[in-house]
């Protein structure tokens, strides 16, 4: 048994009373630093969560016609089948362009202070305007995506239904609130962590009970904390000790390009690390495949300690405690194109 | 009023008994042609359709790890959300690369003799096949997509589930068994026109009527008959005359490919027309955009007649009641990468 952690654990050295008390303690603490994923969406602010938006946002979730190629959809990177992302290091976009950095989950985006991993996106409104306009990524416009839409009556419909009393619903900020009211829908409530921070001591093994304590002691809540593990905060990458090029690229200076403020290079926003099994590769360069690896570099970079195997292992296994409940998502029936649709953008137009 | 037509169908110029004879007559005549899709998935032999395996077969459609991108699965060019299909001309692939012909709409493709347009497959099992390792689709091997879904313990357990007493049931082949049982739920019942044929006379409107008399009248349902309006049969393309290079490209033979038999230069299967006004753009080539140009053109290069603008619409607005009731799909939960899995393949490398 391993006794660097603050908490004994194992019942064969206590009596049921005192792992209890033990268990008490841990939830107490962890209390401190966490919440648990909210069974429904929260409240947005300025984003009512209507029935009529949340459908109309999944349908532009998944609209490849928001593309000028009609190939890449929100889904396409984020998809909601695959833990919301898309299991790949960096993201492949229009013209097979390779996206700069790794795509993040879309599940509890919501619950981040900011999105994207240099924060540059208030919220996910914000955000959705990104991928759409970027070149390497959806490469078409807003007057582009206002035609598209437009063109199908359908859509003109919805955007009434979701948008009531607006003279012109079908707008690109439209698009962004409705996109932003879905995905506050994918949620992954109920994971281990959740049920044992709600009172259930058996809903974490001690190996994972150990891996909170170490999570805590260690000082990694001091950066991913809060219901996401993280999502709300920007540190330096290689805080202690930077890491090999291969992990962080010298080109990508995070959160200066943002801010251009020198002490932001190689900031980047904590990830977090709910549903963390289910992300791989890590990082926003999405070097490293391995969990065990990711949270090793983590201890030398941030934290200046060198994480014994055993400590990485009960990490790891407290952090696999994080996967919730995925969000039932029905494939949304999309209208045809018309005559009025703009077609897909030649096939060498890289623009 | 068209007088061209067989069938008075005008209500004005008869009595409700009148009418009623020439709904029958119509019913009678068009049930000779064609049948409605079934509620039900067909069985198909050799390959029962148990749940764990529909399920399983559900998500190799889903999956993008199937391709060595990782980024294209099935769904990518046959959309469940779309009409079964990607509303390109024709499909961009592995590298950006463009495919030779439109992808054929996934919806009702178990009715079809063979698949593909020029029928290469005799079944869905075998098409499965095809795409995946196409070095302009996916492009991956069948080694590869073992190894791929033998890393993830939760796909060899429903493997195991879907094919029971097989000592190795990870395979290619069971792989394509699998895509073949989920696609043969694609269905689409009860359509307008099934509602008619089913004896609900006010199903069909009158010029949706007199569309389905010039549908049989003119010789449309020689080649695009049965349960799918087609998928049955080879033909010509420009059968009467061949139309333009930029509808019938020259370098693409069709069948002959496939029997190198000098016959079958240019001839194509037949398309299915189920849910038709779906899957624009039109032909092999993908290259018309409206369903009535696609009328027209299969009048002069079929037919050899120039139908009138009023019979186009009219065949059109009947073409239109062969849309059904969209499959319910919902998004499966993919299993989490390991370290076994192979990693996408580069970007650079298109092969």
């Known amino acids: 048994m391993k006794l660097s952690t603050a908490i004994m654990l194992t019942a064969g050295l206590m009596t049921g009373a005192q792992a ?43 609209e490849p016609r928001l593309s000028s190629s009609h190939l890449i959809s929100c889904n396409t990177c984020h998809n909601v089948g695959m833990g919301g992302h898309d299991y790949l290091p960096t993201s492949i976009g229009h013209g097979w362009q390779k996206g700069p950095r790794n795509s993040p989950t879309v599940f509890n985006a919501v619950f981040n202070s900011a ?16 991928p759409v306009q970027a070149g390497v990524e959806m490469s078409s416009t807003p007057e582009r995506v206002v035609a598209t839409l437009s063109s ?7 955007f009434k239904d979701a948008f009531p009393g607006e003279e012109n619903p079908v707008t690109f900020d439209n698009m962004a609130t409705a996109i932003e009211a879905f995905e506050a829908t994918l949620i992954t409530p ?20 150990e891996g909170l304590a170490l999570f805590m002691d260690k000082g990694c809540a001091a950066c991913h904390g809060g219901v996401n593990f993280g999502g709300e905060g920007y540190y330096p990458f290689g805080l202690v000790t930077r890491p090999g090029a291969e992990i962080l690229p010298e080109g990508d200076k995070g959160r200066f390009a943002v801010t251009e403020t020198a002490s932001d290079e190689y900031v980047f926003r904590a990830a977090p690390l709910r549903n963390i099994e289910l992300t791989a590769p890590y990082f926003h360069s999405g070097a ?40 039932e998502v029905r494939y949304p029936e999309l209208p045809p194109s018309t005559d009025e649709t703009p077609r897909p953008a030649p096939m060498s137009a890289l623009n």
């Open 288 to 327: 490293v495949w391995s969990l065990e690896e990711a949270v090793a570099v983590m201890g030398t970079a941030q934290l200046g300690t060198e994480l014994s195997d055993d400590e990485v292992q009960s990490i790891v296994a407290f952090l696999k405690t994080l996967t919730g409940d995925i969000p």
């Open 20 to 62: 209890a008390l033990a268990n008490s303690e841990l939830r107490d603490r962890a209390s401190t630093m966490f919440s648990a994923v909210p069974k429904y969406p929260p409240v947005i602010d300025g984003n009512e969560l209507t029935a009529a938006k949340v459908e109309l946002g999944k349908m532009l979730f998944f």
């Open 115 to 130: 999105q994207f991993w240099d924060g540059r996106a208030a919220d996910l409104a914000e955000q959705a305007k990104g």
């Open 190 to 209: 109920d994971a281990e962590f959740d049920q044992f921070l709600r009172g259930n001591d058996s809903a974490l093994n001690e190996e994972e009970q």
């Open 152 to 158: 199908m009556p359908e859509y003109v419909e919805r």
